[in-house]
């Protein structure tokens, strides 16, 4: 019996392990997918005033954008008026200044600029001109001065041309016209050209 009493003792001095307590919500799955889900929820509480300066931001980049377009546009249009009402003026002497040359022009019309261009190195002339008038009527009457004397020099007068960037460059084939190559034709003479 004495098998059978410890037995009984055991039984009673270790008693069965209490089943665990289930509280709802509190499932070991739920648990590993609860966390999860709050931080997506964080995560896009978190993203959305991100979200939205980046919205605000790209919104002023927009209108940046939009304004500089705008400007540049508005340049176009003034150097295209400008170049509307003057004229270029070439051969002139490099010893003139921009008050002679205003007096020559002076009967055309009235002028806003004068501008002698010089060698950006050596300060001195380049030889040539633009002339601004306040009106573009009077870049018709000044073509009337082409081949006039002005100190001595008959000078070349013709309205200012708008600048394109690239035009006239050509296709970029390089130096010269290039002089390789077996050229079988005529008589097989010498030309040095």
């Known amino acids: 019996m004495s098998d ?51 919205d605000a931001d790209s919104i002023k980049l927009r209108e940046l954008q939009q304004q500089l377009a705008q400007q540049e546009q508005d340049v176009s249009e003034q150097a295209s008026d400008v170049d509307a009402r003057s004229i270029y003026v070439g051969n002139v002497d490099y010893e003139s200044s921009p008050e002679e040359l205003q007096r020559h022009f002076q009967s055309v019309g009235v002028i806003n600029r004068v501008t002698i261009l010089l060698n950006k190195f050596t300060g001195q002339p380049k030889g040539f001109a633009y002339i601004e008038f306040a009106e573009p009527a009077a870049v018709t009457e000044s073509l009337l001065l082409n081949d006039s004397v002005f ?38 003479r010498f030309n040095p050209y």
């Open 4 to 54: 059978e009493a410890s037995a009984q003792q055991l039984t009673e001095v270790a008693p069965a392990a209490p089943a665990p307590l289930e509280i709802p919500g509190e499932n070991p799955q739920e648990q590993q997918q609860q966390p999860v889900e709050q931080q997506a929820v964080e995560q896009q509480q978190q993203q959305q005033p991100v979200e939205s300066l980046l």
């Open 151 to 188: 100190r001595g020099r008959n000078l070349k007068v013709a309205p200012k041309r708008t600048n394109v960037p690239g035009y006239g460059r050509g296709r970029g084939r390089g130096r010269g016209r290039g002089r390789g190559g077996f050229r079988a034709r005529g008589r097989g």
